[in-house]
């Protein structure tokens, strides 16, 4: 097992009787620094997505959590999207960062208006909370009821005392799935708490987020775990955030191999 990996923490229930799916995809699509990598030189950044959705079938959203983008890119995005194609959603940071989850009612109307508008190509809304909000049950709680059931949702938490039997069960009484992280100085904790498992690859490197390229050695046993989450009935969707230099293109295209060949004897 790769060394930063962690703990295997789940508790899985076999026979779901769901026939799970596994989405391999980056954090981002529009990087110039993608020519030559995913993109031919000289594509016009309009016809990037077009191009993404041609090799991957799904992405992660990260310019909304900058500027919350108006409904009509929501639908838009819907109208464009290849069939079967996916798209999870970075919340704004004027919901988690700036306000800390703190009478959400406004963000999640907005939010809310845009998913229906995303239609059938909706994944996950992603809530990435702050390094310096500490453990707040309740206002968690609260801003997990206000959102609609039927927005899938994951929790990105970045201070340690969230990591607690707690807040794990809070998220499982709301359907919500623990942010499995892989990065410098993030705690990597295989907890499942919703029908789905949301990952978020940063970067093997230890010193420095977002940077390095995932060894096979590591890639393989990340493999291994989305084939345990995917055997208990599990939806899996994986993002790699290790954009510079293609990084996350090459990585995210190895996982996705791995995955549809048979596991290493």
Same mark, same amino acid.
């Given at each position: 097992?790769?060394?930063? !990996?962690?703990?295997?923490?789940?508790?899985?229930?076999?026979?779901?009787?769901?026939?799970?799916?596994?989405?391999?995809?980056?954090?981002?699509?529009?990087?110039?620094?993608?020519?030559?990598?995913?993109?031919?030189?000289?594509?016009? *950044?309009?016809?990037?997505?077009?191009?993404?959705?041609?090799?991957?079938?799904?992405?992660?959203?990260? !310019?909304?959590?900058?500027?919350? =983008?108006?409904?009509? /890119?929501?639908?838009?995005?819907?109208?464009?999207? =290849?069939?079967?194609?996916?798209?999870?959603?970075?919340?704004?940071?004027?919901?988690?960062?700036?306000?800390?989850?703190?009478?959400?009612?406004?963000?999640?109307?907005?939010?809310?208006?845009?998913?229906?508008?995303?239609?059938?190509?909706?994944?996950?809304?992603?809530?990435?909370?702050?390094?310096?909000?500490?453990?707040?049950?309740?206002?968690?709680?609260? +801003?997990?009821?206000?959102?609609?059931?039927?927005?899938?949702?994951?929790?990105?938490?970045?201070?340690? /005392?969230?990591?607690?039997?707690?807040?794990?069960?809070?998220?499982?009484?709301?359907?919500?799935?623990?942010?499995?992280?892989?990065?410098?100085?993030?705690?990597?904790?295989?907890?499942?708490?919703?029908? +789905?498992?949301?990952?978020?690859?940063?970067?093997?490197?230890?010193?420095?987020?977002?940077?390095?390229?995932?060894?096979?050695?590591?890639?393989?046993?990340?493999?291994?775990?989305?084939?345990?989450?995917?055997? *208990?009935?599990?939806?899996?969707?994986?993002? +790699? @955030? @290790?954009?510079?230099?293609?990084? !996350?293109?090459?990585?995210?295209? *190895?996982?996705?191999?791995?995955?549809?060949?048979?596991?290493?004897?």
């Amino acid at each position: 097992m790769a060394e930063h !990996a962690g703990t295997w923490h789940g508790t899985w229930h076999e026979g779901a009787g769901h026939e799970s799916t596994v989405r391999i995809g980056t954090s981002g699509w529009s990087y110039d620094h993608w020519e030559g990598v995913l993109y031919p030189p000289g594509l016009p *950044a309009r016809d990037r997505l077009a191009h993404y959705a041609a090799r991957f079938d799904t992405v992660e959203l990260n !310019a909304s959590f900058y500027r919350w =983008p108006k409904e009509d /890119s929501f639908a838009g995005w819907r109208r464009r999207l =290849p069939e079967g194609f996916a798209l999870s959603v970075k919340a704004p940071r004027g919901l988690t960062h700036a306000k800390k989850l703190y009478a959400p009612e406004v963000w999640v109307d907005r939010i809310t208006r845009c998913w229906h508008e995303l239609g059938d190509k909706r994944a996950v809304l992603l809530v990435q909370l702050p390094p310096d909000f500490a453990r707040d049950d309740a206002r968690l709680d609260y +801003f997990l009821a206000a959102l609609p059931g039927w927005i899938r949702v994951s929790v990105e938490f970045r201070h340690p /005392s969230w990591d607690d039997a707690g807040v794990y069960a809070l998220l499982e009484r709301h359907g919500a799935a623990y942010c499995i992280m892989s990065g410098a100085g993030l705690p990597c904790v295989l907890r499942a708490t919703a029908p +789905f498992v949301y990952v978020r690859l940063h970067g093997p490197d230890r010193d420095v987020l977002y940077g390095g390229s995932y060894p096979d050695e590591d890639l393989h046993w990340w493999a291994a775990r989305i084939r345990e989450w995917r055997a *208990a009935g599990k939806d899996v969707f994986a993002y +790699f @955030n @290790n954009d510079g230099g293609g990084n !996350a293109v090459r990585n995210a295209t *190895a996982l996705r191999r791995m995955l549809e060949g048979p596991p290493p004897g």
